[in-house]
Nanobody, 117 residues
């Protein structure tokens, strides 16, 4: 089973930037699409962005134009560059394979992102 470790979160002011990292314990070559998810307090976990092995990207409408997802299979890593952050981006961010959230396992601890002045 692949394990994921997220890092790079923190406290940032509105309009600021953060770069999240996701490190996998094993090769991710066989994972066609990797994804970032987030869960805000009192809300369900949601898909934020995804990237396929071929480089096709998807972004939730709420982050389109502000976030960028990258992956490097050789390094077993994925990143989420977040710019123009808003208070509503505050959440715990997770990485995993793309899929039906309730059916996914291998969740890491996530990394907390707090956007506040």
């Amino acid at each position: 089973q692949v394990q994921f470790v997220e890092s790079g979160g923190g406290l940032v002011q509105p309009g600021g930037s953060l770069r999240l990292s996701c490190a996998a314990s094993t090769s991710i070559f066989s994972i066609d699409t990797m994804a970032w998810y987030r869960q805000a307090p009192g809300k369900q976990r949601e898909l934020v962005a995804s990237i396929s092995n071929g480089g096709a990207r998807f972004y939730a409408s709420s982050v389109q134009g502000r976030f960028m997802v990258l992956r490097d299979n050789a390094k077993k890593k994925m990143w989420l560059q977040m710019d123009s952050l808003k208070p509503e981006d505050t959440a715990v961010y997770y990485c995993n394979k793309e899929g039906i959230i309730d059916q996914l396992d291998d969740w890491g601890q996530g990394t907390q992102v707090t956007v506040s002045s």
